[in-house]
């Protein structure tokens, strides 16, 4: 079946615009978790979805930082009033049951210029 | 919190030599270590995984050794192919947990 799907694959704002990512999991997957990846660096936990509810928003970097996810499926991560240290690429994961293995997508590459 | 330290932080090897990544965890209650490929352009793949009740785990050209009392575990590919170059990430959880802590990873290179 298909894969995490995540959109757009590449985006470029301007210092200060608000961004929205999207994630489509794998049906049926109930737990999600978004990640950031910046340049050299490994993968840095931003948050976890079990169903619709965000148990853990601890790795969130700033209040700027949102997600919410809906139907148990779709989830969009929103970065407001977007800064330089934004710039990364951002993943999306999901698995059947949390702590199960995590199947990622192919990100989102933001530069905020 | 959990704290992964990978290393090298690059290797390049020939077409048909081996490569071994190490990773060193911080976290005694860590019990699950899963290795990602990630080739350019495309999100992290799992490789291979092990749990803390089992020393070493193979498939095929890739195997992972655990050591729990050094808090350190190794990835190991052996005949490597041209196909094996990408970035190796290792990470670390408890087991039934969300949260992988991961290394900063290891771009590979096999030179044909």
């Known amino acids: 079946g298909a894969g995490v799907s995540q959109s757009p694959s590449n985006k470029v704002t301007e210092k200060g615009k608000d961004v929205e990512l999207r994630c489509d999991p794998i049906s049926g997957h109930t737990a999600l978790y978004w990640y950031r990846q910046s340049l050299g660096q490994g993968l840095e936990f931003l948050i976890y979805f079990q169903g619709n509810s965000a148990p853990d928003k601890s790795g969130l970097p700033s209040d700027r930082f949102s997600a919410e996810r809906t139907g148990g499926s779709v989830s969009t991560l929103t970065i407001q009033r977007t800064q330089q240290e934004d710039s990364a690429v951002y993943l999306c994961?999901?698995?059947?049951?949390?702590?199960?293995?995590?199947?990622f997508g192919a990100g989102t590459r933001l530069s905020v210029l | 919190g959990e704290n992964v330290e990978q290393h090298p932080s690059t290797l390049s090897v020939q077409e048909g030599d081996s490569a071994v990544i190490k990773c060193t965890y911080s976290?005694?209650?860590?019990?699950?270590f899963p290795w990602y490929k990630q080739e350019l352009g495309k999100g992290p793949q799992l490789i291979i995984d092990?749990?803390?009740?089992?020393g070493e785990k193979k498939d095929q050209r890739i195997a992972v050794t655990l050591n729990k009392t050094a808090k350190h575990f190794s990835l190991h590919i052996t005949e490597t192919q041209p196909e094996d170059s990408a970035v190796y990430f290792c990470?670390?959880?408890?087991?039934?947990?969300?949260?992988?802590?991961f290394g900063a990873g290891t771009t590979v290179t096999v030179r044909a």
């Open positions: 976290d005694s209650a860590s019990n699950y």
């Open positions: 990470a670390a959880s408890e087991s039934n947990d969300y949260k992988l802590s």
């Open positions: 994961a999901s698995s059947p049951l949390k702590g199960d293995i995590q199947y």
């Open positions: 092990i749990r803390s009740n089992v």
